[in-house]
């Protein structure tokens, strides 16, 4: 089993920053990525950063310039550092990693952490 613990949400003023965390624990031989998603009410989960083996990054359109992706290979944690929030980043945030089992990726999720960005 794979476990994800995240960390770093809450409420934040327009403009203002936060720093998220998941750590990675439990049968991890071989991460082959971990990202952030994020869920606002009615919408669908989507993608916001992702980081893949070898520390190559992709953004969503929307978070490029204000979001930073990065992964610590030791601890197995990844960060995602927001900066100039807006309102519309207002979302549940999930943690998400593929795991190398062989010739397939198996994702694995975390519970979610709520971000606010309200004035």
């Known amino acids: 089993q794979v476990q994800l613990v995240e960390s770093g949400g809450g409420l934040v003023q327009p403009g203002g920053s936060l720093r998220l965390s998941c750590a990675a624990s439990?049968?991890?031989?071989?991460?082959?990525?971990m990202g952030w998603y994020r869920q606002a009410p009615g919408k669908q989960r989507e993608l916001d950063a992702r980081?893949?083996?070898?520390?190559?990054?992709n953004y969503a359109d929307s978070v490029k310039g204000r979001f930073t992706i990065s992964r610590d290979n030791t601890n197995n944690t990844v960060y995602l550092q927001m900066n100039n929030l807006k309102p519309e980043d207002t979302a549940v945030y999930y943690c998400?990693?593929?795991?190398?089992?062989?010739?397939?990726?198996?994702?694995?999720w975390g519970q979610g952490t709520q971000v606010t960005v309200s004035s």
């Open positions: 980081i893949i083996s070898g520390d190559s990054a």
């Open positions: 998400n990693t593929g795991i190398q089992r062989g010739v397939i990726i198996q994702a694995y």
């Open positions: 439990g049968s991890i031989a071989s991460i082959y990525h």
